[in-house]
């Protein structure tokens, strides 16, 4: 389930947020905005003049030369018109291009920054919509909203200054139309933040639903006949479609008024009303009204598309407000003194961890571990084994206490010195969309192909690379590996654990879930991958850590024993059982009887 990323309480508001996105292309943006401008003014003169033509040829005799000049200038005008909305637009295209690029890089580096803990609270669905479809939606803002400020603004207010010029009679009578114009914006815009805001999280619902459905297929197409896993996707389809609805419906009969108000017609029918009264007075000319109908209609033709600008600056802000909140989320502070680890030792003092603030994952936790020993982790689900383990390499920070990893707190070594110096071997493999030769230099990108090679010697890999890929250290292994077998992608990942040579390696029990043939080579090479360094391995078989320096048992984070495995099981406390059950464990039986299978 992914959390809805909401703007920070104390943070900019939505406006402030779009600004500050676009800071990056002001500048362009608003050389784009000004060529609008540019453009808006000559387009009404060209208008204007061309309404002075069709004056001049209803006097009783017209002068042809001031006729000709005229509709030479409109006709200027009007190509400068075009012209110059053409490179606004060009200006503020190419701008957006360049943001979009921009934010994404940001985006993806702060993430790459924030803790671990705030990347998985926010799920896929919601960040994916933010680097994605949020950062998309500004491309509305930039590219085609800018113009259209500078137009959409313009152009009214240089027709109504021509208006104003010719009768301002007239002029009054097309603003009577705006309280009008801007009673149906408002009615049609009530509820916004609400409805806008149900919007949003179901559209991140919908997000986070294709990730799992896509992600999940193996396990929905083996357990699930696709009622149940479409049953889930289908209802927050629902819930979008719902949503989409009501927002719709909320302001269907205002946009309907509205949008027949800002039509040309109403504007037409009250000049010509007023113009023809006071013609008939005596009080203006035919020739000043037909002039008055051409130049007329123009603040209320822009006032439709302020409207639709007005739709996507709304949508366009609610994505930089969600984009800013990711952004203010802190980064792990990096140290102003940095210290580097003298070795490869660990020291655990006191540590005290909750992930929300609320029950504590870790209370008062004490750890020893010399530098090249073996220090095993064992202990039921929810003890603390994998918090103690993230924790060595900084994912989170500690709620008190301290961890010193070489004799230095982590807190005060930079983060990439930190992750040089440990390197972690997780349970589940996880590999990138790439070749092998890319996924295993993840670890050192500067390394050749030689140590590349030697890596994968040293994992047990080599054979099966260049004996069973297609195309060697070139193949590409899918989406997460899926074209590599779960042994094969674990013999990757300690390749690239060994290329990063780190004196500390964090170990979530690579063969806890391998197959027989693989589980012999990936021992080997853990057994080549741990030599002379200091290893810290979470347990799910005792009998692997057997032979461990010490074992260290946690219990809902505490540390409930510690010792070697024959002081523990001396001991007989809690270690003895989890011992006895494993034994038990492993007499498992299928079936009963002389038909029973043991292991």
Known sequence: MSATISPPVTGPDPGRALIAVMEPVRDRLVAAIAVAVAAAVLGVTGFALVALALRELLEPQPAAPTVFWLLGGALAGLLARFGLRALSFRLSHLASFDLEVELRARLAEHLARIPLGEAQRLGSGAVKKVVQDDVRALHVAVADSVPLVGFTLAQPVAALVALGLLDWRLLLAVLALGPIVMIGMRLANRDYAETRRAYDEANEAINAAVVEFVQGMPVVRTFDDGTSSFRRFAARVHAFTKATAAWQDSSRGAMIFSRAMMAPLPALVIILAAGVWLTAAGSMSPGTLVVALVIGTLPIESIMPLMWLAHHLNDSKAGAARIAALLAIPPLPEPERPERPADGSIRFRNVRFSYDGGRPALDGVDL?????????????????????????????????????????????????????????????????????????????????????????????????????????????????????????????????????????????????????????????????????????VIAHRLSTVADADQIVVLDAGHVAERGTHQQLLDAGGRYARLWEHHQRARTWALGSGDKAVTR
Request: with cysteine.
């Open 368 to 536: 020893d571990i010399p530098a090249g020993t073996v220090c095993a982790l064992v202990g039921s689900s929810g003890s603390g084994k994998s918090t103690v383990a993230r924790l060595i390499p900084r994912f989170w920070d500690v709620t008190e206490g301290e961890i010193l990893v070489g004799g230095a707190d982590v807190r005060r070594i930079p983060s990439e010195v930190l992750l040089r110096h440990v390197s972690m071997v997780f349970q589940d493999p996880f590999l990138l969309e790439d070749t092998i030769a890319a996924n295993i230099r993840l670890a050192r990108p500067e390394a050749s192909d030689a140590e590349v090679e030697a890596a994968a010697r040293a994992a047990q890999a080599h054979d099966f690379i260049v004996s069973e890929l297609p195309h060697g250290y070139g193949t590409r292994v899918g989406e997460r590996g899926a074209r590599l077998s779960g042994g094969q992608r674990q013999r990757i990942t300690i390749a690239r654990a060994m290329l990063a040579e780190a004196p500390i390696v964090v170990l979530d029990e690579a063969t806890a879930f391998a197959d027989p043939e693989n589980e012999a080579a990936i021992q080997d090479a853990v057994a080549e991958l741990t030599r002379g360094r200091t290893v810290v």
